[in-house]
């Protein structure tokens, strides 16, 4: 480390000690003196104009205002945040519920039908039936009757003018209907035709007990339900396809043998279905009502479609104003000409 030496005194001296001014030896003013920070400041308060109190007291205002603003619309979008996120949180939340619902759906029905069999009357399992729709019901679930509940006239018309009246014997086991003409005058019932894989209807049943005939296709008919169908003079026709299911081409060619040329079907979503992915359907009957039951059960069971062109195709015919009620009725442009 180098030290510099006054060559008057011979000492060295220290540059971190400022020099003092003596009267034989004045200290020299540094150079860069506009480079002091204190200087440099006042230079730039010096350089600014001062607005005058009225100027001041507009901005400062103008900014509280703006301040304002922006904190008020920052208030508005958490608030609009927040009940977003809880309406989405209960929406969720209804949505799983209703997922559980329907995929136990299928169960209950299975318990109505070991009902109607006479198969859970009492004893432990119809307890435990009990239970579990007494529970499901705490979450919204309604079963809704069918049973007594009078037709719409046009439905009995419609009925009256085929020659047959196909159902499906999961709706047959639900909601027991009677699948004849009713509160319209009528000189012969239509045939009625239940489609019933697997043969599971109960003799009993209130589409036997209605004037008229009554004939239940099936894949493979059990003997002993068969017996009983038979006993109330209902004739069972085995139709099965490679699928296990009944072969619903084959029993429309049946029933032309057998002289029928028109077909009423009051079907739920798997046998609608089937019958469009076959281009078995002439003429859609839709009854819409103003209402939203949730998700619930669909027209038709189908997979999804990948693209919109796949879709069926039909064209509205007529729509008419039943009640509360809108009933419409479509075609697909394959329908036949006698139709009309």
């Excluded at 949505?95 to 070991?114: E, F, H, K, R, T």
């Excluded at 399992?125 to 069918?146: M, N, P, R, V």
Aim: hydrophobic fraction near 45%; proline fraction near 8%; include cysteine.
């Amino acid at each position: 480390m180098s030290e510099s030496v006054n060559p008057e005194e011979g000492k060295p001296v220290d540059p971190a000690v400022e020099p003092v001014e003596t009267p034989g030896n004045p200290v020299a003013e540094p150079v860069e003196t506009q480079g002091d920070a204190l200087s440099q400041a006042e230079d730039i308060l010096n350089g600014v104009e001062v607005p005058a109190e009225e100027s001041v007291a507009k901005g400062a205002g103008e900014d509280a205002a703006e301040l304002k603003n922006d904190l008020l619309r920052l208030q508005a979008e958490y608030v609009n945040y927040r009940k977003r996120v809880e309406r989405d949180r209960a929406v969720a939340g209804q949505m799983a519920v209703i997922g559980v619902l329907n995929s136990l759906l299928p169960v209950l029905d299975d318990v109505d039908a070991g009902r109607a069999h006479g198969d859970i009357v009492d004893g432990p399992f119809a307890a435990i039936a009990t239970k579990l729709e007494t529970a499901l019901g705490t979450y919204g679930l309604e079963k809704i009757d069918a049973t007594g509940v009078p037709f719409d006239p046009l439905v009995h018309e419609a009925i009256q003018q085929v020659e047959t009246a196909e159902h499906p014997a999961g709706t047959v086991v639900a909601d027991d209907p009677r699948l004849d003409v009713r509160h319209v005058p009528t000189e012969v019932q239509p045939l009625r035709v239940l489609v019933d894989s697997r043969l599971r209807v109960p003799a009993a049943a209130r589409m036997f007990e209605a004037p008229g005939s009554a004939l239940v296709y099936c894949a493979r008919a059990e003997p002993r339900i068969a017996a009983a169908l038979r006993a109330q003079r209902v004739e069972v026709v085995e139709r099965p396809n490679a699928d296990g299911s009944v072969d619903l081409p084959s029993v429309l060619d049946d029933l032309a043998a057998r002289g029928v040329n028109e077909l009423h079907i009051e079907a739920g979503p798997t046998l609608n279905g089937a019958l469009l992915q076959a281009s078995l359907i002439d003429e859609l009957l839709v009854y819409l009502a103003p209402k939203l039951i949730g998700s619930g059960r669909g027209m038709i069971e189908a997979a999804p479609l990948a693209n919109l062109e796949r879709a069926w195709g039909f064209q509205f015919d007529a729509a008419q104003r039943v009640g509360d009620d809108l009933r419409i009725s479509a075609r697909p442009p394959h329908a036949l000409d006698w139709l009309d």
